[in-house]
């Protein structure tokens, strides 16, 4: 049905399980996790469970299965659970891992198999456990608001997954709200009180993404003058959403998939390995699985990162979400502006309601925003709503066109104004940032910029 969430799972059974929620009052979702037990060896009957990428095993006692066997490395071997299976992958042991007579480096097992590390001999096993359980009427959940059975089943799923460590895939259009769902699943765990971090994979060049991700020590490369942390680092214990996922260059994409794996990251210019500890988020409007396919990202990279993917539905597929919505940015703008909120009138909620919103939950943001600077506290009618944004096609030369093409007088300039200069401050004159939270091209920004004459605090262009 149209509006329905999708909660897509990889699974060591088969490589797509979806689970779509329907029409139900209660809905529980398979989270399947694995389980590494020692059989024999001087720690027999120790075992650690794990449901998010990869489970270390060694001596050293940031691993998730510590052994105190003497002839196993410090960090011993990887276990990871993919859409295969488990991959079980030998970080460079001095003995070895071996599975039966076999000395492995890598290789995919099934439930059950057991493996040899030094003396220690390891039974997995796959754990499934049962999760999210219908909301009922909830209307807002950690930020995120909606009375639609798609929104409510969302807010279900976050606060279950919120209590695990497993990485998830945040899919949808965008202007969807796929931050907003990362940043609940950080405030929902047990993660909250640490930091959120956010990079744009999209908005950095390439040669920058690498320190920005591991970090860089003095003197790495020009300009390096002094040793920056990166973000997987600066994160410590909290959660990193690595937006726009698929813009990710594949010379980045190893490494990357190296931290993921041995949570520990080696800055540039340096040799030594620093342990981190994040819980990761990633988020695109790609198709990931299609640019596996054509080998524009790694298969391997992409296992681990949708553990789990929530594909969000756009705004059109849940239109009874709009007027909450509406009313949510019409007071959240009044506060900011120190301005009076009109109410909605019918005529602009059924002009809201019948838009297909291009730009979904975003573009809604934007248009009352503007709509609420017209109404100068007045009821927010029809016509308000039609000044402030493009009810038809979005426009491609500016954010608040009428459906002709031309721009209404001073009034309309001055709302534009004031809701691009908003942006702006907002993302520390960053015209990126800026230029999508807006909606609009980073072209079109600038020539509002120049348009309006504006500058940041302090004057400097």
């Not at 009427?137 to 059975?149: D, P, T, Y």
């Amino acid at each position: 049905m149209a509006g329905t969430l999708s909660i897509r799972m990889s699974s060591y059974a088969d490589s797509t399980r979806r689970l779509t929620v329907g029409q139900k009052q209660a809905v529980e979702l398979a989270v399947e996790r694995f389980r590494a037990t020692v059989e024999e060896g001087p720690d027999k009957g120790r075992s650690a469970t794990l449901s998010a990428a990869s489970l270390l095993v060694g001596t050293d006692p940031a691993c998730d299965l510590v052994l105190t066997d003497p002839t196993v490395s410090r960090r011993h071997a990887a276990l990871t659970l993919t859409a295969d299976g488990i991959q079980v992958e030998d970080l460079g042991s001095t003995n070895g891992t071996w599975l039966g007579s076999a000395r492995l480096k890598s290789i995919v097992v099934g439930d059950g198999a057991r493996l040899r590390i030094g003396s220690t001999r390891l039974a997995l096993a796959l754990v499934s456990k049962g999760l999210v359980g219908y909301p009922g009427n909830q209307e807002s959940f950690a930020g995120l608001i909606g009375r639609s059975q798609a929104m409510r089943e969302l807010f279900a799923i976050i606060g279950q997954l919120a209590r695990t460590d497993l990485p998830v895939l945040v899919t949808g259009e965008t202007g969807c709200g796929k931050e907003l769902v990362a940043r609940a699943l950080h405030q929902a765990g047990s993660r909250a009180k640490k930091p959120f971090l956010v990079l744009d994979c999209g908005s950095i060049v390439p040669d920058l993404l690498r320190s920005e991700l591991f970090g860089h020590e003095k003197g790495a490369f020009t300009g390096a003058t002094s040793m920056k942390k990166g973000i997987l680092e600066e994160a410590a214990s909290g959660t990193v959403v690595l937006d726009e996922i698929g813009e990710l260059p594949m010379s980045v994409q190893p490494q990357l998939l190296r931290a993921l794996e041995a949570r520990e990251i080696t800055r540039i210019g340096s040799q030594a390995a620093v342990p981190v500890d994040f819980r990761i988020v990633a988020a695109t409007n790609r198709d990931l699985q299609q640019f596996c396919e054509e080998g524009r990202f790694r298969r391997d990279l992409y296992f681990r990162l949708a553990c789990v993917t929530v594909r969000l539905p756009p705004l059109r597929d849940r239109r009874e979400d709009i007027p909450l919505l509406a009313d949510h940015f019409v007071r959240q703008c009044a506060r900011r502006h120190a301005i009076e909120a009109g109410e909605l009138t019918q005529d602009a909620l059924d002009q809201l309601s019948t838009h297909d919103w291009p730009g979904n939950v975003r573009e809604l943001r934007n248009v009352m925003e503007a709509a609420t600077v017209l109404s100068v506290g007045q009821p927010i009618t029809g016509q308000h709503v039609r000044q402030a944004g493009s009810m038809g096609a979005p426009s491609a030369s500016g954010v608040f066109q009428k459906p002709g093409g031309a721009p209404t007088p001073s009034t309309l300039e001055d709302a534009e104004r004031a809701v691009i200069e908003k942006a702006l401050n907002a993302a520390g004159w960053n015209r990126r940032q800026a230029a999508r939270a807006l909606g609009i091209s980073h072209t079109t920004l600038f020539d509002r910029i120049r348009r309006y004459g504006l500058k940041p605090p302090g004057g400097a262009s």
